[in-house]
Structures are given as structure tokens and as C-alpha cells.
């Protein structure tokens, strides 16, 4: 519906009277003074005059009661059109095109020709428009002013306007209205770009790792991200709106008064400083659920346009302290082992001592400072030393290799010569060669080596001089003839008849201990079946229970036809040859058990801490262990709160080893973890506390496990497995469990290692995002 306005049914010709009057007196005239000179009724001028006045063409200044009339000095709307940079369209009552200026046709790309006196609704830039606004233009031609945002969009350009609709009255008192475009696009730009910055910045403080938390310009809390939240299990809606030392003092654990003065004071005078700067704090905290973590917290200012805000950027350091706490005491633990070993340990570099342990000072008579100013080969006695320079400084191996061997001799201090056994191992440090040499007595194993040497050349002397029996057997009788020195042998008195001087075969094997009556059996048929002499060693026991050891050898005769007559025997009491044997084999044994078990000490010592490569370094140490205990497999198993799992393995494949990973509260590995004492089983497939039906599936007989501890909380566990009956041996289960203490050393170093990693990534991460 249209308005319809008074002025449109004045007379156009009156109206242009009373406006050529008051142009002729531009100091105003009252509505008698009007009427006079028009000579008009006074109440038809006054009627005129508030219709002039309305529409805008007329102003009108009281004085008293009296109103003085002037024409209006306002300029005209023709001649603002193209004054303005802003898009103007001028629309009559009919919505039909009276004038546009300048920036509307080159908006549109239109000559001025081609739109006047044409309805606004014909034009494409009308529709072109979001939202559409002709209900907006209608309501301005009804009186109602309006303003509206709106996207311009076609081929060629997208452009945001502020649209204003202004109802107004024409000179000829006709109503229209006035359209204003306002190019708000550069703004409206800008405000999308700073609300998708703000929606970006807002994304990467939610999605950070790092606990943020962000106060205005007093210090109150504006952004508290989910990070933060996680790690101090302090909910955002308990935090905004409160002084950032305020939420510091309510995690704290000690609730520290000075403490929180500090903290306050400090952020404060960050706020009123003029630099950018930041304060770092470490906090212990305490969780709503009673766990203590320690934050790292770096606040640092951000400036803005008038003032500053605070930006904390919280880090969980829970674990890098708790592992340079271990490392601590891992390290000097390691310092006492090695102060305490028995084996003399030094570490070389170049030429010189670096450093050495108690037990070298013991070995060489040298204190540790005389030993530092020396060379290694200072004490190597001269026949060895051009041996010891070339099997340390000539050979350089690659770091995590065994350490290689040698034997040599060292002259002491007070001058006496000694025999030492060298391992040397090379590792790499701040990008030099470092040498670790332990050095082992060998002074003892060397004179049992020798004595060992002259006993066996005053036996091999001696022996040709010992008694040896023989005895001929009578195939045919069954019977046999005994030498006097047999008779010795087996311990029976010579029979002084000779009648009974011969016995028969049966009642002489009966002295052939029972498990090696068959060997004798065997080598009568071999000889008896012409494969030449044969020589057995077997046992024997007298009639006073006593054992010996015998060494026979026999050989047939045979007729001419090839018939078998007799088979003689020499017998030969090797006893005390067998014992040196055996206790030569023994000793030897244990001189090379105990070596190996040194070298796997050291081996593990040297490279727990500096491995490269931590699946490497187990494989090599489990393999090692499994060789010197000679067992069927080893397990390193680790601990999380709901199982237990194999992380590293020897003799087992993928499908053992995911049998074995088991709930936290069951098998062999669990029935350690909650003592932390090592555990023996001698036979796991009778077992009923061990996951017998596993053992039994894969062959395993006994057991013996360690736990592997870390910060003396019980991580994993470590355990041998043999598939026979294996028996307990103290040696065994403490060199296990110092090769466990190794492994976890070694297993929490690399987790340390890869946190490091990880967080100096997310650093230079942040840092080339600029952040």
C-alpha cells in the first residue's frame, strides 16, 4: 500500500508563489507578511507553509509566538548523488528509477540511459543481492526507515554494503525513497579474516599438547583449554573470571603463602612491564583425584593495541623429573658398583687415564691421582706393551660391538709382575673415541693353568710306569685267565689254587659297573666281527664298593679257518687320570663361566645407558644370557596398570610370546611382580601356580625369573627357561637380576630420550609456525 501525501493535491502554481516570494526576501517572512504579497487568504498561506515545511523545502524559526518562514538551504539531493562515494538510487513511489549517481553505474556496469524511469524490480543487480531487499524498499516508500547488511555477488565481483532506505518527499511532493549503498567490504573482509584467525588460534590452543591458559589485562582468566584441564583435573567453568595466581595457588600442593605472594607479585609486574618477558615457575600440584604432578609454567605477555595479556603455557615435567631423579641415583649406583667390583676399570681416551675404579688402585699399587698422570701402557711390562698400543688405540670398533680380548702382563708399583686379562670397549663421546678397559686378574687362573700343565706331564711320565692288567677269554670254554696286575685292578685276592685261577666270562663282567656293561658287549662283538683292535673307558666296582675307571682295549684271534678263539684284553686304572681330568674340566669350566658372566656384566653396564638402539641392545644382551646359561629361552616382560606384555624375547615366536603377555594378575611373570623377589621352579609343567599348559605346549621344564625395577617399584619381569630339569645356582639368578637392573636402566633411558624428542619437535614445530 502507498502513501498518499497532502502536499500532492496543492496547486503547484500557489506553492511556486509562496517559494519565488521568500527567495525575494532570504531574511524570512511570517505568514501575514506572505499572504500580503501574494495576496492569499492568510489561513491558505498557512496551510502551504506546513506542507513546504514538511516536505523539506522550507525552514521555519520562531520568535515568540510568531514564526518566520525561509527557504531551506539545504543542498539538494540531485546534487549530493554523485558527491558521495557511496551508491545512491533514487526511487519514486512506483519504484521507479529517477536517478542514480555516478558509483551505481559503474558498479553495475550501465549506462545512465539504459535504467532511469525503469522499475527497480527490472534490474539483475536487484536480485544480485543477499538478502533481497524490495519488502525493504516498499516499507521506506510507507515511512519506515530501515538499514540492512548485504552480499553483492555476480561474475565479477562479491562485495558486502550497509544498505540504508530513507523515505522521502520530492519537490514536487511526490513520497519516494533514497537507497544508500555503503562499500563495507574491506571491513567486512577484515572481520571474517580476524574471526577465522581467532576460530584458528582457538583451534590450536584446544588441539595443543601443551596445557594455555590466557588472562585479560588485570590477570583474570579468559582461555583455559582442555589440555590444562587434563592436567590439573580442574574444570575451565571453576576457573574463568578468576586471577590466574589465584587458580596457581589453588592446584598447589603446599599451600604456600609466600609462595603465592611471589607468584602474584611476579605476574603482576609482568603485566605492568613495557617489554615483552616471561617468568617460568615449576609447581607441584595435587589433582582432585589426589595424584601430584609437577607443571613447568612459562608465562609470557602478548601485546595488543592498547594494554597486555598473559599467556601460560603449562608442561606435565612429571616424568623428566621422576627420570633425572633415577638417573641420579642410576648413576650413582653405577659409580658404586664399579667402585666396589673386584675387576679393575678405567676409562682411556687418546693416551691418558680419564678415569679409574678402587679395584685398579688395588691391582697396580698406583693411587688414582698417580694413575691419571700416567699412560696405560705405563704399567704394562715392556715385552707386552707394543701388543697393548695397537690392540687399544689400532683397533677401533664400532661402538655397541663385544669388547675385544687380550692377555698380557703388568708390572706394579712395588715392582712385582702380574698376568691380567684386558677387555676393551670403545664408545663415543661428544664425538671422541673413548676407550673402556676392564682389566681381571688372571694371576691365579695362570698358576692353576700351570699347575694343571705339570701335573699332566708327571702323569703322562708316570703312566708309563702304572700296572696294567690283561686277561685272555676262551671263546670256546667261556672261560678266563687273569693276570696278577687284573687282579689288583679289581680289587679280588688271586685265587692261590690254581684250579680256581680261571672264571667265567659272566662272573667277570658282574665288576663292570651296570650302565657300562653294554660297552664291553659292544666292543667284544666288534672285535668279533674282524673290525680290529678296540678301546673303551668304562667303570668298575670292587667288592668294597669303591669305583674306578679303566681304560680297555681288546683284540681277536682267529684261526685259519676265521673262526674266532680268543679275545685278549689289557685293562689300564686310569682313575686318578680321570679325576685331574675332570677337575681340570671343572676348573676350566668355571674360570670361562665366571669370564663369560664378567663380560656380560660389563657388556650390559657399558652400553645400557648410551645404546643407540634399544630393540639392538636387548636382542644382543638376551642372546648372551641365554648362551651363558645355556638355557632354552629368555623373556624380558614390562608392567602396565592392565597386563603384562613381552617386549623382548630369545628362543620364543610371535605366537609364545603373545601367550605369554597376560592379565596383570596372572602366570609365572605375576607371581613375582607384587613382592619383587626373584622366583625359582624347578619343574613349571607340574606346577600349579605357573601358566603350566603354556610351559608344557613349548617344552619348558624349570624356571628362574628376576623382577626389573625401576625407582624400587617393580616394572617387568626377566626369566630364564630350560627345557629340562635345571638346577638353582646363586650364580646364576644375580647375574639375571644385575642384567635386569641393566635392561630397565637402558629401557627407561630410550623412553626418556624419545619424550625429549618429541617435545623439542612440537617446539620447533610451534616455533616456525610462529607461535
Request: proline share 3%; glycine share 4%; with cysteine.
Amino acid at each position: 500500500m502507498v502513501l498518499k501525501h497532502p502536499i500532492m493535491n496543492a496547486n503547484r502554481e500557489e506553492l511556486a508563489s509562496i517559494k519565488e516570494v521568500l527567495k525575494a526576501n532570504p531574511r524570512g517572512m511570517n505568514v501575514l507578511e506572505i499572504a500580503k504579497a501574494i495576496n492569499m487568504h492568510r489561513q491558505s498561506v498557512a496551510k502551504y507553509m506546513e506542507m513546504l515545511t514538511i516536505s523539506g523545502q522550507v525552514d521555519v524559526k520562531a520568535f515568540g509566538p510568531s514564526k518566520v518562514y525561509y527557504l531551506s538551504q539545504r543542498l539538494p539531493i540531485s546534487a549530493i548523488l554523485n558527491i558521495s562515494s557511496d551508491v545512491i538510487i533514487k526511487l519514486d513511489k512506483n519504484l521507479m528509477i529517477m536517478d542514480v549517481n555516478d558509483a551505481f553505474l559503474k558498479l553495475i556496469k550501465a549506462e545512465r540511459d539504459e535504467i532511469l524511469n525503469k522499475n527497480i524490480d527490472s534490474l539483475p543487480f536487484i536480485h544480485q543481492l543477499d538478502p533481497a531487499i524490495l519488502s525493504n524498499i516498499v516499507e521506506a516508500i510507507n515511512g519506515k526507515e530501515s538499514v540492512v547488511e548485504t552480499l553483492y555477488k555476480n561474475m565479477d565481483a562479491e562485495k558486502f554494503f550497509n544498505v540504508k532506505f530513507i523515505p522521502s518527499v520530492f519537490e514536487d511532493g511526490q513520497p519516494g525513497v533514497i537507497i544508500l549503498f555503503e562499500d563495507i567490504t574491506d571491513r567486512k573482509l577484515m572481520d571474517m579474516a580476524i574471526k577465522a584467525n581467532e576460530k584458528k588460534l582457538r583451534g590450536i590452543i584446544e588441539q595443543s599438547f601443551d596445557g594455555i591458559m590466557i588472562t585479560d589485562k588485570h590477570g583474570i582468566v579468559i582461555e583455559y583449554n582442555r589440555s590444562l584441564q587434563q592436567l590439573t583435573g580442574v574444570n575451565k567453568d571453576d576457573v574463568l573470571g578468576k586471577y590466574i595466581w589465584d587458580v596457581l595457588f589453588h592446584i598447589m600442593e603446599a599451600k604456600d603463602e609466600s609462595v603465592y605472594r611471589k607468584i602474584k607479585l611476579e605476574l603482576k609486574d609482568l603485566l605492568k612491564n613495557d617489554r615483552e618477558t616471561y617468568k617460568h615457575h615449576e609447581l607441584e600440584i595435587v589433582r582432585p583425584d589426589k595424584s601430584k604432578r609437577t607443571l613447568q609454567i612459562i608465562t609470557s605477555l602478548i601485546r595488543t593495541e592498547n594494554s597486555y595479556l598473559l599467556c601460560s603455557i603449562a608442561r606435565d615435567v612429571t616424568e623428566r623429573i621422576q627420570m633425572e631423579k633415577a638417573l641420579r641415583e642410576r648413576d650413582e649406583k653405577l659409580r658404586v658398583l664399579i667402585e666396589t667390583m673386584q675387576t679393575g676399570l678405567a676409562i682411556h681416551q687418546g693416551e691418558r687415564f680419564i678415569d679409574v675404579n678402587n679395584a685398579l688402585e688395588k691391582m697396580t699399587g698406583y693411587s688414582r691421582d698417580e694413575l691419571l698422570s700416567m699412560k696405560f701402557w705405563d704399567i704394562v711390562h715392556p715385552y707386552y706393551r707394543d701388543m697393548v698400543k695397537e690392540h687399544i688405540l689400532g683397533v677401533h670398533q664400532a661402538e655397541g660391538q663385544a669388547p675385544s680380548t687380550c692377555e698380557c702382563r703388568i708390572v706394579t708399583k712395588n715392582g712385582d709382575i702380574r698376568w691380567v686379562e684386558l677387555n676393551v670397549g670403545h664408545v663415543t663421546y661428544e664425538g671422541e673415541q673413548w676407550n673402556i678397559i676392564s682389566c681381571v686378574d688372571a694371576q691365579s687362573r695362570k698358576e692353576v693353568n700351570d699347575a694343571l700343565k705339570e701335573k699332566q706331564i708327571n702323569f703322562n711320565s708316570a703312566k708309563h710306569f702304572s700296572s696294567f692288567g690283561s686277561w685272555k677269554w676262551d671263546i670256546k670254554s667261556n672261560k678266563m685267565d687273569l693276570s696278577d696286575e687284573t687282579y689288583n685292578i679289581l680289587g679280588i685276592q688271586r685265587p692261590k689254587n690254581s684250579k680256581d685261577v680261571l672264571i667265567d666270562r659272566e662272573k667277570f663282567l658282574n665288576v663292570v659297573h651296570p650302565d657300562d656293561r653294554d660297552k664291553i658287549a659292544n666292543s667284544a662283538e666288534a672285535v668279533l666281527q674282524k673290525r680290529g683292535k678296540q678301546s673303551e673307558r668304562l667303570r668298575i666296582i670292587r667288592p668294597d664298593g669303591t669305583e674306578r675307571v679303566i681304560r680297555v682295549e681288546e683284540e681277536a684271534i682267529f684261526d685259519k679257518s676265521g673262526n674266532p678263539m680268543a679275545i685278549y684284553g689289557v685293562w689300564h686304572d686310569v682313575t686318578e687320570y680321570n679325576h685331574l681330568e675332570e677337575e681340570r674340566d671343572k676348573l676350566a669350566a668355571r674360570l670361562k663361566e665366571s669370564a663369560d658372566m664378567l663380560s656380560a656384566i660389563v657388556y650390559a653396564t657399558e652400553n645400557a645407558m648410551s645404546t643407540p638402539n634399544l630393540d639392538e641392545f636387548l636382542s644382543s644382551v638376551l642372546n648372551r644370557l641365554v648362551h651363558l646359561v645355556k638355557a632354552k629361552s629368555i623373556v624380558l616382560l614390562l608392567r602396565d596398570p592392565d597386563r603384562i606384555y613381552v617386549r623382548a624375547g630369545v628362543g620364543v615366536d610371535d605366537l609364545v610370546r603373545a601367550r605369554l603377555s597376560t592379565p596383570a594378575t596372572k602366570g609365572f611373570s605375576c607371581m613375582i611382580t607384587p613382592t619383587g623377589e626373584p622366583l625359582y621352579i624347578e619343574d613349571a609343567q607340574s606346577e600349579p601356580r605357573a601358566n603350566n599348559t603354556v610351559f608344557k605346549e613349548i617344552g619348558v621344564r624349570s624356571m628362574l625369573g628376576v623382577p626389573v625395577k625401576h625407582r624400587g617399584e617393580v616394572v617387568g619381569v626377566l626369566h630364564v627357561e630350560w627345557g629340562d630339569v635345571h638346577p638353582y645356582k646363586k650364580e646364576e639368578q644375580d647375574v639375571l637380576q644385575v642384567i635386569a637392573d641393566r635392561c630397565g636402566a637402558a629401557i627407561m633411558n630410550t623412553m626418556l630420550y624419545e619424550r625429549t624428542k618429541k617435545l623439542m619437535s612440537q617446539a620447533r614445530y610451534k616455533v616456525s609456525k610462529g607461535f
